[in-house]
Nanobody
Framework: QVQLVESGGGLVQAGGSLRLSCAAS????????VGWFRQAPGKEREFVAA????????NYAESVKGRFTMSRDNAKNTAYLQMNSLKPEDTAVYFC?????????????????WGQGTQVTVSS
């Protein structure tokens, strides 16, 4: 079992930066790929980024490539999403999730454990 808690969301102006954290409890976290997803009002939850269990591989949605960077610290049971050059269209609730598969999965169905989400609002 893995419990996930996101933090670091908030209100930022366009062009600004935020760093989201995903703190995990549970002994299996360090062996799980971790992903970030987001959901804007009236829209489906979408993939943002994923990182392999070791941190050696990452995968990003085209819309965030070059602006967002995902990392993890297994010693701290925490994953991070550094978001730079934020745009109003990045506004959403951001969720972290842990999978029991391998690699850097990008489909919601591959993730078993989910956090409650943190709101990110980017003003223009």
């Amino acid at each position: 079992q893995v419990q996930l808690v996101e933090s670091g969301g908030g209100l930022v102006q366009a062009g600004g930066s935020l760093r989201l954290s995903c703190a995990a409890s549970g002994r299996t976290f360090s062996s799980c790929p971790v992903g970030w997803f987001r959901q804007a009002p009236g829209k489906e939850r979408e993939f943002v980024a994923a990182i392999s269990w070791s941190g050696g591989n990452t995968n990003y949605a085209e819309s965030v490539k070059g602006r967002f960077t995902m990392s993890r610290d297994n010693a701290k049971n925490t994953a991070y999403l550094q978001m730079n050059s934020l745009k109003p269209e990045d506004t959403a609730v951001y969720f972290c999730a842990a999978a029991l598969t391998t690699g850097t999965p990008s489909f919601l169905s591959e993730y078993k454990y989910w956090g409650q989400g943190t709101q990110v609002t980017v003003s223009s």
